[in-house]
């Protein structure tokens, strides 16, 4: 079955300090990747997404991610968090022609002031 | 930004109570999803619905369930007998059908007492 995995469940950080947070997804040929962010009581809000092309992708509030076929992996990275940035982080998975997408089980962020 | 929009934003019911939950999506969007993510657990696939008729349904989504577009806007997703199990953020999401973006609404809080 196709599969999210999303293996940081909770992670502290101190203001200032980079961010990666891991996201694999099971083998099923042809993907497309997203990161979503939920802020405390708020809903999904689309952070970045793949499609294709350059697998290093940029989205909003100085996110990234970089797709990495080998690995099939789709981790998020930031090279400085901010208080801000406390919420919640979901990968989420399309394959091929499939219509739904996959969500993984999240990864919290708490940034220590 | 269109926006899909989902009302009401928080529901109280009680047990056994039918309940139904309602989306307006995009307007040119053709695919339509709703997803479920209990207090403190993975956003859920429930089911997608195009061209007026259920394309996938996950094992969650039982005779309980029913998704319904009456209309030309709104889509709806019917609980018939609520249990408590079923309190849960319900998020409605939309989807061109050339595009593999996305759109969520900011979710129905649905708590059953």
């Known amino acids: 079955a196709q599969s999210v995995s999303q293996h940081n469940h909770h992670v502290i950080l101190s203001e200032a300090a980079s961010l990666e947070l891991g996201c694999n997804y099971s083998?099923?040929?042809?993907?497309?990747l997203f990161w979503y962010v939920q802020y405390p009581g708020q809903h999904l809000q689309l952070l970045l997404k793949y499609f294709s092309g350059d697998p290093l992708v940029k989205g909003i509030k100085g996110f990234e991610a970089e797709f990495i076929k080998s690995k099939f992996s789709f981790n998020l990275r930031k090279p400085s968090v901010q208080w801000s940035d406390t919420a919640e982080y979901f990968c989420a998975v399309n394959w091929g022609s499939a219509s739904k997408i996959i969500f993984g089980s999240g990864t919290r962020l708490s940034i220590r002031p | 930004e269109p926006e899909v929009t989902q009302t009401p934003s928080h529901q109280v019911t009680q047990m056994g109570q039918e309940v139904i939950l309602r989306c307006v999506p995009i307007?040119?969007?053709?695919?339509f999803y709703w997803y479920r993510q209990i207090l403190g657990q993975k956003v859920e696939f429930l089911v997608s619905f195009y061209n007026n008729e259920i394309s996938e349904k996950s094992e969650i989504f039982d005779d309980q369930f029913s998704v319904e577009r009456p209309d030309g806007s709104n889509f709806t997703l019917k609980i018939r007998s609520t249990k408590l199990e079923d309190s849960a953020m319900y998020f409605c999401?939309?989807?061109?059908?050339?595009?593999?973006?996305?759109?969520f609404g900011s979710g129905t809080r649905l708590t059953v007492v």
């Open positions: 999401a939309s989807r061109e059908i050339h595009s593999k973006g996305y759109t």
């Open positions: 307007s040119n969007h053709l695919y």
């Open positions: 083998y099923g040929g042809t993907v497309n």
